[in-house]
């Protein structure tokens, strides 16, 4: 089995589901897999921030009543944003949950306790959909 070349700007969908589509990039994607399975949404390794997979963006958004975004970076600028700014390009309007790190300082500690600490493991992204989503 030799290596494939990576499409760019192709996302993967890494679990089917319905109604809420979750959008993650690099580390988040495996936190976010974790959740989504348990709320039965849909979820995609985004791999690209730019450029990302507009077409399959589109299709998700036709076929989901609201998306989440999760990127280990701060929302302002990053990924979820330009999610955001495409749908709106679009005249899509939808309900659009942006998680990832707050635009504050976040004291040391391990990365797991970190990304805990910041709503960023798989219990976190969970309890913020489901916040969002009551």
Known sequence: SGLTALEIGKAEIRHQGGRIALLAWGSMVAPAVEAGKQ?????????????FDEALVLE??????????VEENVIAGGAGSAINEYLQ?????????????????????????????CGLDAKGI????QAFDA
Not at 63 to 69: A, E, I, N, R, Y
Not at 126 to 129: N, V
């Open 39 to 51: 709320l039965g949404a849909t979820v995609v390794n985004m791999r690209f921030v730019k450029p």
């Open 60 to 69: 998700l958004a036709k076929s989901h009543d609201s998306f989440v975004t």
């Open 89 to 117: 390009a679009q005249r899509i309007l939808m309900p659009i949950l942006n998680i990832g790190l707050p635009d504050r300082f976040v004291e040391q500690g391990s990365r797991e306790e970190l990304l805990s600490l």
């Open 126 to 129: 969970l309890a913020s959909i």
